[in-house]
């Protein structure tokens, strides 16, 4: 029954992995894909000096991270399209979660077990990452529930969480001076490319340290400082933008609430099943690790919840990850012949169900008419995106469009007025804001309209019928209606092109 359990394990996770890969190419659009396109965009045109990813303006974004530079530095002397290197990136990020959460797991598994045994382990692991979550589907960058990730394989998030794996599994076995700087490094770069998975890594990290058996001694502790104060000299001088500037940043908290509803329906699978797994990991051994990072996680979210600080739900996976490999964990390394057998009947029950609650992922990459009417009731359209501007709409010129579509229109490489997303160190975003709401106005006159057009220089206008506005020169229309407009008469101020 054990050999047919790991069998059945690996063949599952491959299955998921081709899923992956299949959504990959695909690469559906709903949610920030539109963000991480433009800033590739700018770094593609300007390496050193992007300026805002969104709008004509010269101001540093969090959007510059270690990653997306990187994906710059690909698109730049290749000449490849920014959705193909979207398209490379996530594959890169896939094969750095899935080899992150190799060498973790391998932490725990003893080394008698052979990489065979181990590679069960894995695959299990990896399925509970993905499908034990809960029967109500929820949505989110740096979660890994296979809704999520589907939508966020090609995101910095991703790439995040599979840096956290390895930031977690070298801690474990750090000994070496190299060993505690290049986790500094390592840290740093998480931090850098996804503040909010980066403190999920620091919780992890933590709880990696302080359930090390046997104890570090001071030798270790005195390298570990010296890797943390490596890792806090690279977040100080990062160039493009200023990290911790980011804690004075607010606005964050009421698009962060929906993390703190539903939870039941999101998680029991997770809390039922991994909570067990922790249970019995925690009996065993008080100081266990991943029961350590869980409590971090959980005290850190409940906090949030308490003070109203709802962006603070984004530590939720510093809760579900060690849950989640624990349960997988345990199916095949707990100490009782018993536990093991039931625990392996539990898990495949409750990640059957997680999978059946998240099949809608299917329509991701087939039609929606190849699907079963069970599965295609599940099945979100994702966006439609504006490929259908580009044979008029050029790089850097500003289209005045309402905040849906410049969400993703930058991608295509022009400008908004208004930020699609909030713009944390843009001075001006509360005014472009308002401007974008004066033009489409209904009672706004026509001087403070042509006002707003030859203010930020615009180009363009995108707008749905019943939009108010200006009589423009229709040039092509979209779906849902929209209709893309050529300005010709406001005097324009020149837009920051490369």
């Known amino acids: 029954m054990r050999a047919a359990g790991s069998w059945t394990a690996r063949g599952a996770a491959l299955l998921l992995l081709v899923l992956l890969t299949a959504v990959v190419v695909r690469l559906p659009w709903v949610g920030d894909l539109g963000i991480h396109a433009a800033t590739i965009e700018r770094l593609r045109h300007d390496l050193l000096d992007p300026g805002d990813p969104l709008v004509a303006a010269d101001a540093p974004s969090p959007y510059y991270t270690p990653w997306t530079l990187l994906l710059g530095c690909v698109a730049k002397p290749t000449g490849l399209g920014v959705f193909v ?45 993905v499908l034990l979550w809960g029967t109500a589907l929820f949505r989110w960058s740096g979660f890994l529930g296979l809704d ?31 060993h505690f700087l290049g986790a500094g490094v390592l840290w740093a770069v998480i931090l850098l490319s996804h503040q909010f998975t980066g403190v999920v890594a620091s919780l992890g990290a933590a709880a990696m340290l302080l359930g090390a058996r046997p104890w570090p001694g001071r030798a270790a502790w005195v390298r570990l400082g010296a890797g943390l104060a490596l890792g806090v000299l690279l977040l100080a001088v990062w160039p493009y933008y200023s990290f911790f500037g980011l804690f004075g940043v607010g606005g964050l908290e009421e698009i962060h609430r929906s993390l703190y509803r539903d939870l039941p329906g999101r998680f029991w699978l997770v809390a039922l099943v991994g909570g067990a797994a922790l249970a019995l990991r925690w009996w065993r051994d008080r100081r266990d690790p991943l029961v350590l990072f869980c409590l971090f996680g959980a005290v850190v979210f409940a906090a949030g919840g308490l003070s109203g600080h709802w962006s603070w739900g984004r530590v939720l996976p510093a809760v579900l990850v ?20 039931g625990f392996g009947w539990v898990v495949a029950g409750a990640l059957a169900l997680g999978a059946w609650t998240q099949s809608g992922v299917l329509g991701c990459v087939l039609p929606r008419s190849a699907l079963p009417s069970a599965v295609a009731a599940k099945y979100r359209e994702p966006w439609a995106g504006y490929h259908w501007i580009t044979p008029w709409v050029k790089y850097g ?68 019928p019943g939009d108010g506005g200006l009589p423009l020169e229709r040039v092509a229309a979209g779906p849902r209606g929209q209709v893309l407009y050529r300005v010709r008469n406001a005097a324009r101020v020149s837009a920051r092109t490369s």
Not at 161 to 177: D, E, V
Not at 322 to 331: F, S
Not at 400 to 413: N, S, T, W
């Open 85 to 129: 290197v979207l398209r490379i990136g996530a594959l890169v990020s896939l094969a750095v979660l899935v080899t992150g959460v190799w060498s973790f797991v391998g932490t725990f598994v003893e080394s008698a077990a052979g990489r065979w045994r181990q590679s069960a382990v894995v695959a299990l692991v990896l399925l509970s990452l």
């Open 148 to 178: 999520s990730l589907a939508l966020t394989v090609s995101y910095p998030s991703t790439f995040a969480l599979g840096a956290s794996f390895w930031l977690w599994s070298l801690l474990r076995r750090a000994t070496a001076w190299a």
């Open 322 to 341: 060690p849950a989640q490999v624990a349960a997988g964990l345990e199916v095949f390394c707990a100490p009782r012949r018993a536990v093991r057998a």
């Open 397 to 464: 010129d500003v289209v005045l469009a309402k905040k849906f579509p410049a969400r993703q229109i930058p991608a295509y490489g022009a400008y908004t007025v208004a930020p699609g997303y909030p713009d944390f160190f843009l001075a001006d975003e509360k005014a472009r804001v308002s401007a974008m709401r004066t033009y489409f106005a209904a009672g706004s006159s026509r001087d403070q309209r042509a006002g707003v057009l030859r203010r930020y220089g615009v180009r363009w206008v995108v707008a749905y």
